[in-house]
């Protein structure tokens, strides 16, 4: 009796173990396939110092132990001729604490008035264009007084192909989005109804994109945000689960990013721990500390950066603060 039980423990832990290297497997091949620096996407970022010379920038990225709170940026662009990188169409920040299980996903409006090195001062999705991914990861952290240890980088044209690999996503689209513009591609005319509703990636691409109503750029980074974590909803549901290594082989063409193998992985444990809808999203700057400005004849969104840090930490404290614990946790400075 004793010796059937042994084998039918064993018989089981097989196809586990089997199940788990296929997974790994996959992860590992996904991992090398979007690993990809600056450099390879065609930048050489450089800044000048005092003598005008130019230099390369020594600045070190921090390294991720996976015990301290990581911040990650995402990075959507429009597809442009090669040489031509453009502007960044959309600027987020995925920031997780591995101790309290706790995720934000900040979306950045575009044009926020900052500070470029190397560069002045400008719109901040015009870092993207100046110095790609690097450079923004940069400008990004300065702003939010973080450290941005990672970046993951797609193109607008491929963002329908990774919507419908995952099988598109449920979502309730809140009115009627229509715009036509004739210097679009086709798949970027918008023209949604109302109402509960199946994305599939085209679709989808028209929701995020949407913009031509009173809110603009502050009603479409909320969408944007709200699509997300619908996205990481369907990411841990049991039948995507199943199907991971599928999706992972469908995808890894589209996406880049600096994220090292070891750090891949033990995201993608944490992230497995962390429940889509206790995800806390944030517009920056927030309506109550942004200022509509004109400067140089450009409307720019300024913000007064201590107040904005202050903010975000405001937030993060909120998340350490456990159960039973009588601390008030840090309010957002009021104007």
Do not use: C
Not at 57 to 70: A, L, Q
Not at 118 to 143: D, Q, W
């Amino acid at each position: 009796m004793a010796k059937k039980i042994k084998w039918i423990i064993v018989s089981l832990f097989v196809p586990i173990l089997l199940i788990a290297g296929y997974y790994g497997y996959s992860i590992i091949t996904f991992g090398m396939q979007i690993q990809k620096g600056a450099k390879d996407m065609g930048y050489s970022e450089v800044k000048q110092d005092n003598g005008g010379k130019e230099q390369e920038d020594k600045e070190v990225i921090p390294e991720w132990e996976g015990k301290e709170r990581v911040n990650i940026l995402l990075l959507g662009a429009d597809g442009r001729e090669e040489g031509d990188h453009g502007r960044s169409d959309t600027i987020m920040v995925l920031s997780i604490d591995p101790v309290s299980k706790k995720a934000h996903l900040f979306s950045i409006l575009r044009d926020t008035y900052v500070e470029i090195p190397g560069h002045g001062h400008s719109r901040i999705n015009s870092a993207f264009a100046y110095g790609g991914p690097e450079l923004t990861m940069k400008v990004v952290g300065n702003l939010m007084g973080l450290p941005i240890h990672y970046y993951f980088y797609v193109e607008l044209d491929s963002f329908i192909a990774l919507v419908d690999a995952i099988g598109g996503v449920d979502l309730y689209v809140e009115k009627d989005m229509k715009y036509t513009d004739t210097a679009d591609k086709q798949e970027y005319q918008i023209d949604l109804k109302e109402g509960m509703q199946h994305l599939d990636g085209n679709k989808a691409l028209q929701y995020v994109r949407f913009r031509k109503d009173a809110l603009s750029d502050y009603a479409r980074t909320e969408r944007q945000r709200k699509f997300l974590k619908a996205v990481a909803d369907k990411m841990q549901s049991t039948s995507t689960l199943v199907n991971v290594p599928n999706i992972l082989n469908k995808i890894a063409p589209y996406i880049e990013t600096n994220m090292d193998l070891s750090s891949m992985i033990k995201l993608a444990v944490l992230g497995y721990k962390i429940k889509a809808n206790s995800m806390v999203t944030e517009q920056i700057p927030p309506m109550d500390l942004l200022r509509e400005e004109t400067i140089n004849g450009a409307a720019v969104l300024t913000v007064d950066q201590k107040r904005l840090r202050a903010f975000i930490e405001g937030l993060f404290q909120a998340d350490e603060v456990g159960p039973g614990h009588t601390e008030e946790p840090l309010a957002p400075n009021p104007r």
